[in-house]
């Protein structure tokens, strides 16, 4: 056997394997190619698997035994997080998109179920999971740059809670995927492609973690400060950054420096202890790494952990080291806890790792009679096992015990190896020399257990300046023995710490207030409870004391005529009187409030109505619930006149589903009438122009005309739009209404003829804007509402008017373009509805020059949105910007995925040839035909034109194209055009002779 190398005395820590999972997978029968692991999470109790197959096994730790196995018919499951205050709590994600968190009611034994499910990311990969470290909360974040939160319902946030129905809130959507996500006290870490951002859940509040970008997968990390002095200190955040370093910032997001590693990895790597095989130093000096660090994970005691998927590495954040960095093949994903790994490899295969000191991995594999590894590891780290601090975990005779079990025969070099360590061994009860030489002979000493030496000085026989000395030295002592006294016994397990930690989650959790209203966190269930209760006990009481007080007033009325005739008589007023005493009953509970109860009981039933899946594949029956819902909306937060109109029809036994969508139609009409009559008019003057209207309108049904209705613009438009709700609206009840308002919106229930349905559409969102769901809405337009510009101009003026008194107006009025884009840019994360607005103000400033720049705002921002709002030369310029912004490579592919419907690339080609092109008669022979050199000329857009030729496309799209082509002049068998031409004829025999043909004439 050679000689084994010894290793640099900076590195004291080694990565252990002790370990073998695989019969575990064995039993699991996630061994074999069919089905695999995919995921993994750990906690003190559980590691938690996720299968191929959608199943979720959860193992016990302790004796690794299998204990429950949940299912998932959605999907395979790409992520699971364990909840870090409850193990009773976990929560999955599969590849459809769905989130859903377990209860496992073990101490009930009761049987798992599920607490919550999300659908908000369906259709997009899930990329990140992370608990609330105080409540019952998941964070989830998506391959789009999406970021929600899912909130649980148990039985233990009190009772009743567990029939709780929690909203699905988003909290932010980022400019990219999200890689990672954290949360440590009330805030909430994403990091995606291009940054890193901070959010204050409590306050609603983001921030941007550093200024400069960056490109990739990088991952962030709260690193908490809870010991030695730093108890009590907020937490510090670490982000990566490309080219092995990494940024140390404060808990407001504010850089505190950057740690550079490029160069302290130029080190070679430690070898892995495994039982596999024998650890292999290679002391050759390695060139510096450059690495991008996918996720940072904290580890132990003040380290900080990340992995390629060849290596992993482990850092000291505190002195800027590293503390080690070792080669493992195949990585794919890793859990931990505490001062444990367990690493997820692309086969399926799974590892358990251990980060000891060098003296405590020697101690595990003596007890395990890995006598060889053992020896390897004291010969390879002499520097840590021969000073005393080792003696306590490795006496002298355990080392000569070991000794006395290697084989003189095959493993002799090893032996006289051991036999100098042992040689070099300090004895616990003595100091090494060099410690020695600076104590006075004046003075006694003893060693402490943890390695600290107590000088015992006489008086007067040293100065000042020796006893500072020496307690300096005792203090640096004791400070690297805490470095590295994380370590604790294999199979030790802390109940207390962990009960205490739990009890100081739920003290805390309890004493919690929300003051502010956060959209994507909900009142605590106890609280809305504890307020329906008084609420109602409120409203029964006062009830039941005002009916008494009438019933004895109607006794006290009727005796009069009992008196005046013999006999007692039901007079015709009975009816309305009882109508009166209920009017005096209820007018006895403040009108806002009555009002929002009864708006609060019509929306739950129709949301309880619409989560019946028979009817949501029914369109007709949705509808009519919806509209069965509208006139509460109308007659509580409608519009004044609406709103009197509305409790009059109620009063009379309510209207039929034909005059709402009726008002819908002719409300908005009518009101434009009013607007242009002169002051001066008499009233029968304008009654008399709006008889006349209806008489036409009957004339006009009557003889089925097909003609327009004139669209309504937004100077001419006289309903206002409303961005504020009139009345105070609690947040609970206003994201139920804001879903049902979208839907209504997004079903078009305002009839059938494509002019009504843009009419009631126009209205329903100037008069309900502050309840609809902006993002939703603004898909809605560019999908549905096209052909009616109306829709669209009513959603900008809207999303005009909800930001006009931000602090970007005004650095946009001044004039600055540069200025603006840039204070745009630092807005981030974006949202397309409030962004767009600013765009618009821009695009009426600049023109065209503002235009150009859109293309940074993609994927936010899109084509179709930018064809709202700007001409058509202009949006060209837009589009010819945006594509050649990308790489040549990925030019045409990105194009094609622009291309949403297909038809469009028909209008962009003839937008390319009829804008910024030469004279017909320079391309055109008199006949019509192309000229040979047409391709000459300047195409301003010839770039964007080649690329929409080469697009794939059946035949008859390619021949359209053609012929478009050969009607503006555009040669396609010239030289410049001919990769445009060989695309057209590409594979294609037919075509080939057909377009052949339309060139030579």
């Known amino acids: 056997m050679p000689l084994i190398p010894v290793v640099p005395e900076n590195h004291s820590h080694v990565l252990a394997e002790f370990d073998c999972l695989d019969p575990l997978l064995s039993a699991l029968r996630l061994d074999s190619g069919r089905l695999k692991c995919t995921c993994l999470a750990v906690s003190r109790k559980w590691l938690a698997l996720g299968t191929s197959a959608g199943g979720l096994h959860l193992i016990q730790r302790d004796g690794w035994k299998q204990r429950l196995i949940l299912t998932h018919k959605e999907g395979s499951i790409t992520h699971v997080a364990c909840c870090p205050h409850d193990e009773d709590f976990i929560a999955a994600a599969t590849s459809q998109g769905l989130v859903v968190v377990w209860e496992l009611q073990l101490e009930r034994r009761g049987r798992p179920e599920r607490v919550s499910v999300s659908w908000e990311h369906r259709g997009q990969a899930i990329t990140a999971l992370c608990w609330d470290t105080g409540t019952f909360r998941v964070f989830v974040g998506d391959s789009g740059g999406k970021v929600s939160c899912l909130r649980a319902g148990s039985s233990k946030l009190g009772k009743g809670s567990a029939f709780v129905i929690f909203p699905i809130q988003t909290v932010t959507t980022v400019d990219s995927k999200v890689v990672q996500l954290g949360y440590q006290d009330g805030r909430l870490l994403v990091s995606s492609l291009s940054r890193c951002y901070l959010c204050d859940t409590d306050r609603e509040k983001f921030w941007r973690v550093g200024n400069k970008e960056r490109d990739g997968e990088y991952g ?225 000493f003893n060693v402490l257990d943890c390695g600290i030496y107590r000088v015992i000085s006489r008086r007067g026989s040293q100065s000042d300046d020796d006893t500072s000395s020496i307690i300096t030295q005792s203090l640096s002592e004791e400070e690297r023995l805490k470095e590295f006294g994380f370590v604790q ?46 609420s109602v006990s409120s409203f029964v009481k006062k009830t039941t004391e005002k009916i008494n007080t009438l019933q004895m007033n109607s006794e006290l009325w009727q005796r009069p005529e009992f008196r005046e005739s013999g006999q007692p008589e039901m007079p015709a007023t009975t009816a309305p009187f009882s109508e009166e005493v209920e009017s005096e009953v209820y007018n006895d509970i403040p009108t806002t409030e009555a009002d929002m109860q009864e708006l609060r009981s019509a929306t739950e039933r129709a949301l309880s109505q619409t989560q019946d899946p028979l009817l949501l594949l029914d369109p007709v029956c949705l509808e009519e619930v919806l509209l069965e819902w509208l006139p509460v909306l109308e007659r509580i937060l409608g519009p004044a006149e609406l709103s009197s109109a509305a409790a009059a029809d109620s009063n009379l036994g309510g209207r039929g589903e034909e005059s709402m ?90 009839r059938n003829q494509p002019n009504e349905k843009a009419s009631g559409c126009t209205t329903f969102l100037r008069r309900y804007f502050f309840l609809l769901d902006q993002e939703r809405i603004r898909r809605m337009c560019l999908l549905c509402y096209q052909e009616q510009p109306q829709v669209q101009s009513s959603f900008t003026e809207a999303t005009l008017e909800l930001t006009q008194s931000t602090k970007m107006v005004e650095i946009i009025e001044r004039g600055d373009l540069l200025r603006s884009l840039r204070s745009l840019r630092e807005l981030q994360p974006w949202s397309a509805p409030l962004l767009l607005p600013h765009l618009h103000r821009l695009y009426e400033k600049h023109g065209e020059a503002a235009v150009r720049s859109f293309s940074q705002f993609h994927p936010t921002i899109t084509p179709a949105d930018v064809m709202t709002m700007a001409q058509q030369s202009h949006f060209l310029a837009y589009l010819d910007n945006l594509v050649q912004s990308q790489v040549e490579d990925h030019r045409l592919s990105f194009l094609q995925s622009l291309l949403e419907p297909e038809s469009l690339r028909q209008d962009w080609l003839e937008l390319a040839l009829t804008h910024d092109a030469p004279q017909h008669c320079d391309t055109l022979t008199p006949d019509g035909q192309p000229r040979w050199h047409s391709h000459c000329f300047s195409w301003g857009y010839g770039r964007l034109l080649s690329l929409l030729i080469r697009l794939p496309a059946d035949l008859s799209s390619k021949q359209k194209m053609a012929e478009t082509c050969h009607s503006h002049g555009r040669n396609l068998s010239s030289a410049a055009s001919r990769p445009g031409y060989m695309a057209l004829c590409k594979n294609d025999s037919s075509r080939a002779t057909w377009c052949g043909a339309k060139v030579l004439g």
Not at 701 to 713: A, G, R, V
Request: glycine fraction near 4%; hydrophobic fraction near 35%; charge should be negative.
């Open 220 to 444: 962030a990390c709260f690193f908490p400060q809870n010991k030695g002095l730093l108890v009590g200190q907020p937490p510090l955040l670490f982000c990566a950054r490309p080219g092995s370093r990494i940024w140390e910032a404060s808990f407001n997001g504010e850089v505190l420096s950057t740690h550079q590693f490029k160069q302290l990895l130029a080190c070679p790597p430690l070898p892995l202890i495994t039982y596999r095989n024998e650890p292999h130093y290679n002391v050759e000096q390695k060139s510096s790494q450059s690495v991008a660090f996918p996720k940072l994970l904290y580890l132990g005691d003040q380290n900080l952990l990340t992995w390629t998927d060849s290596a992993i590495y482990i850092f000291t954040p505190h002195n800027g080291q590293v503390l080690l960095w070792t080669e493992v093949k195949d990585l794919f994903d890793i859990a931990v806890y505490r001062n444990e790994l367990f690493c997820l490899h692309g086969s399926g295969h799974l590892s358990h790792l251990s980060l000891l000191s060098a003296e405590r991995c020697v101690e595990r594999l003596l007890r395990r009679e890995l006598w060889l590894l053992a020896a390897a590891l004291c010969c390879m780290f002499q520097h840590t096992i021969t000073t005393s601090k080792a003696r306590k975990s490795i006496p002298i005779d355990r080392l000569e015990h070991l000794r006395s079990q290697l084989s003189s025969t095959t493993h002799l070099d090893l032996i006289g190896q051991l036999d100098e360590v042992i040689a070099k061994l300090e004895p616990l009860d003595s100091a090494s020399s060099s410690r020695r030489s600076s104590i006075s002979s004046h003075e006694s």
């Open 489 to 534: 016994e294999e199979d030790q397990v802390d109940h207390d710490s962990q009960s205490s930690e739990r009890t100081e989650a739920e003290r805390s959790e309890q004493g919690l207030q929300f003051h502010l209203p956060l959209s994507f966190r909900p009142k605590p269930p106890r609280i809305a409870l504890q307020a329906v209760k008084d």
């Open 661 to 750: 969508e009726r008002d819908y139609l002719t409300s908005h009409s009518e009101q434009q009438e009013e607007s242009f009559c002169p002051s001066g008019e008499p009233a029968e003057g304008v009654a008399q122009k709006k008889e006349e209207s209806c008489e036409l309108r009957e004339k006009d049904n009557q003889s089925d005309s097909t003609e327009k209705e004139p669209e309504l613009s937004n100077g001419s438009a006289a309903e206002p739009v409303r961005v504020v709700s009139p009345k105070p609206v609690p947040a609970d009840l206003l994201a139920d209404l804001t879903q049902l308002a979208t839907l209504y919106t997004e079903l078009s229930c305002f």
